[in-house]
């Protein structure tokens, strides 16, 4: 026969008949049911609708709109702000009908609209005399060609022609006698036998004797008639007036430069200048 049931048992975890403590707000008396996050439902006030464009905003837009459509207009359907003339500056030997002619402006295109880099690159291509150009659009109208020429350092004659040659190397024309440039002195290669040749042959000793010519002074380059190259360690110039200069190799052009110019101011009668040796200089009479 069972035992009367004592307090411990009633108790005790697990059984049918324990009362734990009421969590908040559980149980019927005094409590709230959980509140629970609102559903988005399309139409609700603040439900992420995006609102219109206000009336101002709309007016920002038009005008916005209305400047583009003016400018387009303006520098592409317009009369104005067209080609009407073409300008050139700074040729010497080209004449401004040759360079205007391989250019091919578009007269009467929109201004905006000119190809500047194709131009430069056409005249460039066509017109190998000419060593830098800017094509520069000249509001309202224009377009200016802004071109600077090579400037010849040595010629090289062969067959009654002269090939001008600048201070980079680059031979950029070929002219008749009568058009040769005054002032350039005439490329002589004497190597014919020279035991330079089987390290340096004729065209690097043409670099070397064009390194030469645009090393030299100003006042002596425009009396230079006559580069004589024998070897690399043998360039000598003449001068007019029957004067020469031993120059050496092309090595150390500036030093022998300033060598030259100080020599011929102490003695401005002597014949025969050398300044093969920069820190050592010598003049003669012949």
Known sequence: MAGPTTTTERGAPGSRGAKGPRAKGSGPKGSSPAR???RW????????????????????????????????????????????????????VLTPAQVKAV?????GAPLVSVDTDGIEARLRRALPRIDTVDVVRDWPHGIALRVVERTPVLLIGKGGRFTEVDAGGVRFATVDAAKAPEGVPLLELAVASSPSLRRFDAERLTVEAVGVAGDLPGRVAEDAKVLRVRSYDSITLELTGGRTVEW???????????????LMKAAPKAGHFDVSAPTAPAASRS
């Open 36 to 38: 629970l996050a609102p």
């Open 248 to 262: 050496g190799s092309g090595e150390d052009g500036e030093a022998k430069a300033r060598a030259l110019t100080a």
């Open 103 to 107: 250019a091919a402006v578009p007269v």
């Open 41 to 92: 439902r399309p139409g609700r006030p603040g439900g992420g609708r995006r609102a219109l464009p206000g009336p101002r905003a709309v007016l920002l837009i038009v005008i916005v709109l209305g400047l583009l459509a003016s400018g387009l207009w303006l520098f592409y359907g317009s009369a104005w702000l067209r080609v009407e003339q073409v300008t050139t500056s700074g040729t010497r």
